[in-house]
């Protein structure tokens, strides 16, 4: 058996190792103790390693002042950011967070530790923590595979002597993507928690296969081999979107979820609730309430905080929602806002301009999701007792805000205690509906499960698929059906801002193009401020919209998957280069 090497465990030090780690990867978790006695893994020495990569399923709000997945992207047409580039990187650059194998390594080391004491564990047990252990490898295996597409694959303890893994070539993407469906099968199927909203269960192990499936089934629809590196393969597609709605079919109908009436309660409530000291009047929900969340990030005043919301209220500049994230909004009759009115109502005296009027026309998640106000440099607005905020684009980002909280919790950075939604129903009911549609055979009772809930919370009168698909949009240049589109639509406009879905969902449904400014110019277009009281004293007016920054943001299709650093090509020429770097 190869040596098992934990993390940092000083009761059980032999020895260390310091050039190994950095041969290996200098990504990885530091690796300070070699244990070769199978009697560590006890039942809770397992739970205190997998415990390890709870948080690494996603960042949720973030730590501190560390960004999260919710909110901070500089790659979305929903968004424009403050401080813009138009890509992450548009050469090979020499290093890249994100190609690491740290996950994928400490799983790995849990799954040949927890088979070493399997005969003591018992073989529920045992198969418990290795169910565990390849949940973490499997989106460990997923992440690498969106950003790098053709990764090196590594099933067990990698070593000095393994040269054809660490030398070797990178495996086929497609044959990578099988192996981490068998991960998930193999978790969902052991995995002896039904469900537990902070921690490891078989609904985060289903939640996690039914959003991998959705991508790699619409991925392999709409791949192209001269831009993705592989053809489109139907029979794959619709293997894995199958799988996606087989998943998303046992959460909707297991009777432990159901959906809320308060769309903005996924976002701003509280691991401890109680009575609001803003307004004793009120209760602050908190978020083991919230019916729809099946797993989530745990914060708390005291010992784990982040700084999403004084982010989106403060001084800081706010990376608001773009011209064409603002239109993706249908109109309250149901009928599409791309060609409707933008143009707010101004207020000399109190230096306003108010758009109060646009969201009482609109989806009513927007008028939650945005403010009824437009603000930027050189004309600001205060959201109950916050400082004069301003946006990049005008408009503002209200959707993770708590007014019920102190205003010091809200506006300081590394105080913010709301919870973040990781897996949810309506996420599940939208990934139910798409790969529905994919498939050919969304029907009413699938859209009476699904999406009709969060239409009807949206206040918008859709109740058939036939409407849907009776809603023709000129903004539709995606090349799908009316029926597709709404559906991408409702899961922009439900999910906007929410944990980079955007652009991994444009990546998946080989639409990337769209945020070409330069042919979609509302991308980096801001609100209408020809009429305002006082004009931004930051970037300029086009056509009466305000358009913070000019450099434009242009297509090429190698940004589909990340450059393969250029210092690990060094290391190993054999991983070649991704298409177009």
């Known amino acids: 058996m190869k040596k098992i090497i934990l993390f940092a465990l000083g009761a059980f030090t032999i020895g260390t190792l310091t050039s190994c780690d950095d041969f290996l990867n200098d990504n990885r978790y530091p690796l300070t103790t070699i244990v070769n006695n199978p009697s560590y893994w006890s039942e809770p020495n397992c739970q205190l390693q997998v415990d390890r990569f709870i948080d690494e399923i996603n960042l949720g709000y973030?730590?501190?002042?560390?960004?999260?997945?919710?909110?901070?992207?500089?790659?979305?047409?929903?968004?424009?950011?403050s401080s813009f580039q138009p890509w992450a990187n548009t050469t090979v650059p020499a290093t890249n967070g994100n190609w690491?194998?740290?996950?994928?390594?400490?799983?790995?080391?849990?799954?040949?530790?927890?088979?070493?004491n399997?005969?003591?564990?018992?073989?529920?047990?045992?198969?418990?923590?290795?169910?565990?252990?390849?949940?973490?490898?499997?989106f460990s295996y997923y992440y690498l595979v969106r950003d790098f597409g053709d990764v090196v694959w590594e099933s067990e303890v990698v070593d000095l002597s393994d040269e054809d893994i660490l030398f070797g070539p990178r495996t086929n993407r497609d044959v990578v993507m099988d192996s981490v469906f068998a991960d998930l099968d193999f978790a969902v199927k052991t995995i002896i928690t039904d469900n537990a909203r902070f921690t490891w269960s078989k609904d985060l192990a289903r939640a996690l296969t039914c959003e991998i499936a959705l991508y790699e089934g619409t991925f392999c629809k709409y791949r192209t081999q001269?831009?993705?590196?592989?053809?489109?393969?139907?029979?794959?597609?619709?293997?894995?979107?199958?799988?996606?709605?087989?998943?998303?079919?046992?959460?909707?109908?297991?009777?432990?979820?159901?959906?809320?009436?308060?769309?903005?309660?996924?976002?701003?409530?509280?691991?401890?609730?109680?009575?609001?000291?803003?307004?004793?009047?009120?209760?602050?929900?908190?978020?083991?309430?919230?019916?729809?969340?099946?797993?989530?990030?745990?914060?708390?005043?005291?010992?784990?905080?982040?700084?999403?919301?004084?982010?989106?209220?403060?001084?800081?500049t706010t990376s608001g929602m773009s011209l064409d994230g603002f239109k993706a909004f249908l109109l309250l009759d149901g009928t599409p806002g791309t060609n409707a009115s933008v143009v707010g109502v101004p207020d000399a005296a109190n230096n306003q301009l108010s758009i109060q009027n646009l969201l009482d026309v609109r989806d009513?998640?927007?008028?939650?999701?945005?403010?009824?106000?437009?603000?930027?440099?050189?004309?600001?607005?205060?959201?109950?007792?916050?400082?004069?905020?301003?946006?990049?684009?005008?408009?503002?980002?209200?959707?993770?805000?708590?007014?019920?909280?102190?205003?010091?919790?809200?506006?300081?950075?590394?105080?913010?205690?709301?919870?973040?939604?990781?897996?949810?129903?309506?996420?599940?009911?939208?990934?139910?509906?798409?790969?529905?549609?994919?498939?050919?055979?969304?029907?009413?009772?699938?859209f009476n499960m699904s999406i009709k809930k969060l239409y009807e919370r949206a206040g918008l009168p859709i109740t058939s698929t036939a409407q849907m698909s009776a809603i023709s949009d000129p903004?539709?240049?995606?090349?799908?059906?009316?029926?597709?589109?709404?559906?991408?639509?409702?899961?922009?406009?439900?999910?906007?801002?929410?944990?980079?879905?955007?652009?991994?969902?444009l990546i998946r449904w080989h639409q990337l193009d769209k945020l070409d400014s330069t042919k979609h110019p509302d991308v980096l277009l801001g609100a209408y401020v020809e009429n305002a009281p006082?004009?931004?004293?930051?970037?300029?007016?086009?056509?009466?919209?305000?358009?913070?920054?000019?450099?434009?943001?242009?297509?090429?299709?190698?940004?589909?998957?990340?450059?393969?650093?250029?210092?690990?090509?060094?290391?190993?020429?054999?991983?070649?280069?991704n298409p177009g770097w």
């Open 62 to 81: 973030g730590s501190g002042n560390t960004y999260g997945t919710f909110y901070f992207s500089n790659r979305s047409d929903d968004q424009i950011p």
């Open 100 to 116: 690491s194998y740290n996950k994928v390594r400490g799983a790995n080391y849990i799954i040949e530790g927890v088979r070493s």
């Open 118 to 138: 399997a005969a003591n564990l018992g073989s529920a047990k045992a198969a418990h923590f290795e169910g565990i252990a390849r949940l973490v490898r499997a």
């Open 226 to 316: 001269a831009e993705n590196g592989y053809a489109p393969n139907a029979d794959r597609a619709n293997k894995y979107l199958q799988l996606s709605a087989q998943m998303a079919n046992e959460l909707l109908t297991c009777g432990r979820y159901s959906f809320t009436d308060d769309y903005q309660s996924i976002y701003n409530s509280t691991k401890d609730g109680g009575t609001s000291p803003v307004d004793p009047t009120q209760n602050i929900k908190t978020f083991s309430s919230v019916p729809e969340i099946i797993f989530g990030r745990n914060y708390d005043s005291v010992n784990s905080r982040h700084s999403t919301i004084a982010y989106t209220c403060s001084s800081t």
């Open 364 to 446: 009513k998640r927007l008028s939650i999701i945005t403010d009824p106000y437009v603000y930027y440099m050189g004309m600001t607005w205060a959201r109950a007792g916050a400082t004069g905020m301003n946006s990049s684009s005008g408009f503002g980002v209200a959707k993770f805000d708590n007014v019920l909280l102190p205003v010091n919790v809200r506006n300081m950075t590394t105080t913010n205690y709301t919870c973040a939604p990781i897996y949810w129903l309506s996420y599940i009911a939208l990934n139910y509906a798409e790969a529905k549609a994919e498939l050919g055979n969304f029907t009413d009772a699938d």
């Open 475 to 505: 903004g539709n240049t995606m090349g799908v059906s009316n029926l597709i589109y709404e559906i991408r639509r409702c899961r922009r406009c439900e999910l906007m801002f929410d944990e980079n879905f955007r652009w991994y969902d």
């Open 534 to 577: 006082t004009k931004p004293t930051t970037g300029s007016i086009v056509n009466g919209f305000f358009q913070p920054f000019s450099t434009p943001r242009e297509f090429n299709y190698k940004y589909y998957l990340n450059a393969i650093p250029s210092g690990q090509l060094a290391l190993n020429p054999q991983l070649g280069q």
